[in-house]
Structures are given as structure tokens and as C-alpha cells.
């Protein structure tokens, strides 16, 4: 139980189970900005398994780490982008419910 | 083989559990909670765990990008934008029917079970040799040569998506 820490599979796992609790989230909320939050738990989730596998079996480990800054990178651009898109979709429709953006031709 | 509790591999290997339930537990607040607000300080707490999980990969500058980024900056991002745009209190009990739950916790069981198997079940092959010891100098010398385009290609991406928040969120405001 203590030796977790150095196996491949302990990472691998709590990635699967990120990734999971991120397509749950996703699924189940209702908002914008709770969906937001989903996908930041699944990108993470993907990330793990990055740097799992950048510690155990890459060949060369700096890969894995230099993949996951670029999805740090990538994933504060998302929310930058889509935190503004949320803004102003709540400035015209007053509600950030994914049920009350139905109308197009907004 | 199985370390005591009190040898500093044992003392590391119950703080590595902690991380895990830090992790996890934050990750359930994520998803579970009501409020918009408690559920991103629970996506911090997961993103704490996850960067100690970082710690425990041998890259301990990964897990200060992470902390300054996704708990430093995303999160604070995401608790100013639900500050302008939170629905009211009578507009969030409407929701959340006992199908769309039921069905959620479905999927994002199925996902994280078919991943899980997967990777409890593959056969990895570990390498012969290893090219360098993935330290912070190695990742600095990758980044400005073997990655280089890509380095650029980001701060590009990032020029633009700062750029294209700003005229997004200015886009429609009243009086100007």
C-alpha cells in the first residue's frame, strides 16, 4: 500500500478517474461555466497520464513535461477565450443555462 | 518489500495517499456541489493534490506551473467571471433532474472504467535507456531547440487569445 507511489498503474488509474469525474461533470451541469470547470478536470486528467508515462516509460523524459506545459498553455487560453464568451452571452441573455441558449439568429 | 510506516519511504507513501484523497475529494466537490463558487474552490483542491502528484513524478517544476497556473490563475479567472455572471438563487433549483444525474454518473463511469482496465490490463514496455534524467536544465535546452516552433506557436496562441478576450467581453457592453 505504501510502495504506490512508485507504479505505473496508481497514476494511471487516478487519471482514468479524473478524466471520468470530468465527463460526469460535464454531462451533468447545467451551466456554461460548470462545464468549463469539467473540462478542466479532464484535461488534467490527461495530463497525468502525460507525466506517468514521461516517468516510466519514455525514452526521453523531458517530453511528457514539455507536452504538459503546453497543455497548461492550452488550457488557460480556453478559459481566457470561453470565460469572455460566457460574459457576453450573459450580457445578452441574462442566464449562462445551456437550456436558454436555444434561439439563433441571436 | 513493504516499507514501515515511520521510514521516510513509508512517511512518503502516506502522503502520497493523502494527495490521492486530496485529488479525489476535490474532484467530487468539482462536480457535485451546487454552487457555482464552491465547486471551483474544489477544482483548487484537486489541482493542489495534483501537483503534489507532479511532485511525486520527479518533476517538481511541472508542479509549480501547476499551482501557478491552474490554482494561481484559472481558478481566480473562473471565480471573477462566475462573480459578473452567476444566475440567481430561484433559476438553479429549476434543474438538475434525477435523469440527467443518473445518466452523468453513467458515462463518466463507463469512461473512467474502460480507461481504468486499460491501463491496469496493458502490457508497457519499460526502455532500455533513457536519453537524459528529464531535469529542469534538459527542459529548457529541449525548449529552445528540439520544441522551439512549437514555443513560439504557443505564445502566439496565447497573444491572440488574450487579445481575442478582451474584444469578446468589450463586444457588447452598453454605452460605448
Redesign the interface.
Known amino acids: 500500500?505504501?510502495?504506490?507511489?512508485t507504479q505505473?498503474?496508481?497514476?494511471?488509474?487516478?487519471?482514468?478517474?479524473?478524466?471520468?469525474?470530468?465527463?460526469?461533470?460535464?454531462?451533468?451541469?447545467?451551466?456554461l461555466?460548470?462545464m468549463?470547470?469539467?473540462v478542466?478536470?479532464v484535461l488534467?486528467g490527461a495530463?497525468?497520464n502525460f507525466?506517468?508515462f514521461?516517468?516510466?516509460?519514455?525514452?526521453?523524459?523531458?517530453?511528457g513535461?514539455?507536452i504538459?506545459?503546453?497543455i497548461?498553455?492550452?488550457?488557460?487560453?480556453?478559459?481566457?477565450?470561453s470565460?469572455?464568451?460566457?460574459?457576453?452571452v450573459?450580457?445578452?441573455y441574462?442566464?449562462?443555462?445551456v437550456?436558454d441558449l436555444v434561439e439563433l439568429k441571436g | 518489500m513493504n516499507p514501515s510506516l515511520f521510514s521516510p519511504e513509508g512517511l512518503a507513501g502516506v502522503i502520497f495517499l493523502i494527495l490521492i484523497c486530496v485529488t479525489m475529494i476535490g474532484a467530487i466537490i468539482a462536480t457535485c456541489t451546487k454552487r457555482l463558487i464552491r465547486s471551483v474552490s474544489g477544482l483548487a483542491v484537486c489541482f493542489v493534490g495534483v501537483a503534489g502528484l507532479y511532485y511525486f513524478l520527479s518533476s517538481p517544476f511541472v508542479a509549480m506551473m501547476e499551482l501557478l497556473i491552474y490554482v494561481g490563475a484559472v481558478c481566480v479567472t473562473i471565480a471573477f467571471a462566475i462573480m459578473l455572471a452567476e444566475p440567481d438563487e430561484a433559476k438553479m433549483a429549476r434543474k438538475l433532474s434525477g435523469l440527467s444525474g443518473g445518466l452523468a454518473a453513467v458515462c463518466g463511469g463507463a469512461v473512467s472504467f474502460a480507461l481504468g482496465y486499460a491501463a491496469v490490463n496493458g502490457h508497457w514496455m519499460a526502455p532500455a535507456v533513457q536519453a537524459n534524467d528529464g531535469s529542469l536544465k534538459m527542459i529548457g535546452q529541449s525548449l529552445l531547440t528540439k520544441y522551439s516552433m512549437v514555443f513560439e506557436l504557443i505564445s502566439i496562441v496565447l497573444l491572440v487569445a488574450i487579445i481575442g478576450s478582451v474584444a469578446l467581453a468589450r463586444a457588447g457592453r452598453r454605452g460605448n
Open positions: 500500500m505504501l510502495t504506490l507511489s505505473l498503474n496508481t497514476y494511471l488509474v487516478i487519471g482514468a478517474v479524473l478524466f471520468g469525474f470530468g465527463i460526469f461533470g460535464l454531462v451533468r451541469r447545467p451551466s461555466i460548470g468549463l470547470i469539467a478542466e478536470l488534467s495530463s497525468i507525466m506517468a514521461n516517468r516510466f516509460l519514455a525514452p526521453d523524459p523531458t517530453v513535461q514539455i504538459t506545459l503546453f497548461m498553455a492550452i488550457a488557460a487560453a480556453e478559459a481566457a477565450i470565460l469572455s464568451i460566457v460574459i457576453a450573459y450580457r445578452n441574462k442566464s449562462i443555462e437550456e
